[in-house]
T-cell receptor, first 111, second 112 residues
């Protein structure tokens, strides 16, 4: 079937390397940021989140960094695996619970 | 089974027809959302609902209608489908705030 990743920027990494996916957000009033992973034919899946009063949060093999000064968010994936190949979206939200998504980046892992 | 389900999974309709996409969640989440996703784009919010009988427009509401008579259901209706509404539609729900946002598997709609 069609891939939602077509026409999106693509990051290609070697299996085992670390990946860094970047996102610029627009609303300085957002107080919560989330990274989602979307595989072909599926809905977005939660990866990790961070509140606006933090600048770093770590999960299993993933780290999210937040720089509010330049409104920049990044997702670091350690020891990237073939199963990490997907489209990645950042999203921001505030008190109204509405998520606003970035355009997404396709991560392609080379064996 | 618990979760959020969308139906149908795939739909082909003709221009001008009315079509309804269904969304059902079993968690009694207060908030429900409809997003559309087009090739090369992220997800854009169509409509959302903070509770039964409370709905509000999102970023791209034109041509769509929603209702929420019961907490668990949030149908999305295209009153007169147009080719520009060919897209993948995702429903999502959350208990409130930014936590526990869960997405359905999507409905791929083609308008011919």
């Amino acid at each position: 079937g069609e891939s939602v990743g077509l026409h999106l920027p693509t990051l290609s990494v070697q299996e085992g390397d670390n990946s860094i996916i970047n996102c610029a957000y627009s609303n300085s009033a957002s107080d919560y940021f989330i990274w989602y992973k979307q595989e072909s034919g599926k809905g977005p899946q939660f990866i990790i989140d961070i509140r606006s009063n933090m600048d770093k949060r770590q999960g299993q093999r993933v780290t999210v960094l937040l720089n509010k000064t330049v409104k920049h968010l990044s997702l670091q994936i350690a020891a990237t695996q073939p199963g990490d190949s997907a489209v990645y979206f950042c999203a921001e939200t505030g008190a109204n619970s509405k998520l606003t998504f970035g355009k997404g980046i396709t991560l392609s892992v080379r064996p | 089974d618990a979760g959020i389900t969308q139906s149908p999974r795939y739909k082909i309709t003709e221009t001008g027809r009315q079509v309804t996409l269904m969304c059902h969640q079993t968690w009694s989440h207060s908030y429900m959302f409809w997003y559309r996703q087009d090739l090369g784009h992220g997800l854009r919010l169509i409509y959302y609902s903070a509770a039964a009988d409370i709905t509000d427009k999102g970023e791209v509401p034109d041509g769509y209608v929603v209702s929420r008579s019961k907490t668990e259901n949030f149908p999305l209706t295209l009153e007169s489908a147009t080719r520009s509404q060919t897209s993948v539609y995702f429903c999502a729900s959350t208990v409130g705030g930014p936590y526990g946002y869960t997405f359905g598997s999507g409905t791929r709609l083609t308008v011919v």
